[in-house]
């Protein structure tokens, strides 16, 4: 059984830092696309970081959150930095099966529907 089990959750204030973690277990996501999406009250689940061959941001994140991953211990991160009010949600792991070098460019890792499993979330409070 697949699991995705995010940590690193919490409140901040705002020009802070968090890191998440996001651990898989069940399978190995080395080589398939994995990504970190958050759904704030009222709103759409929105994509933040994604990492195939190569990592994408969300506008909003650009220069402030990074994106990584350890396949020794099959656990992806969001290193979030200079967290802002407009950050607060919950923050969803996910990972896709197909492999990252069965396509080209990076615009599917943007996508939900390239995601099969996903964690349970955790919320990220930022207060001012």
């Known amino acids: 059984q697949v699991q995705l089990v995010e940590s690193g959750g919490g409140l901040v204030q705002a020009g802070g830092s968090l890191r998440l973690a996001c651990a898989a277990s069940?399978?190995?996501?080395?080589?398939?696309?994995m990504g970190w999406f958050r759904q704030a009250p009222g709103k759409e689940r929105e994509v933040v970081a994604a990492?195939?061959?190569?990592?994408v941001y969300a506008d909003s994140v650009e220069g402030r959150f990074t994106i990584s991953r350890d396949n020794a211990k099959n656990t992806l991160y969001l290193q979030m930095n200079s967290l802002k009010l407009e950050d607060p949600a919950v923050y969803y792991c996910?990972?896709?099966?197909?492999?990252?070098?069965?396509?080209?460019?990076?615009?599917?890792?943007?996508?939900?529907?390239?995601?099969?499993?996903w964690g349970q979330g955790t919320q990220v409070t930022v207060s001012s």
């Open positions: 069940g399978r190995t996501f080395r080589s398939n696309p």
């Open positions: 990492i195939g061959r190569r990592g």
């Open positions: 996910a990972a896709g099966t197909r492999s990252v070098y069965s396509v080209s460019g990076s615009n599917y890792l943007r996508q939900i529907a390239t995601y099969t499993y």
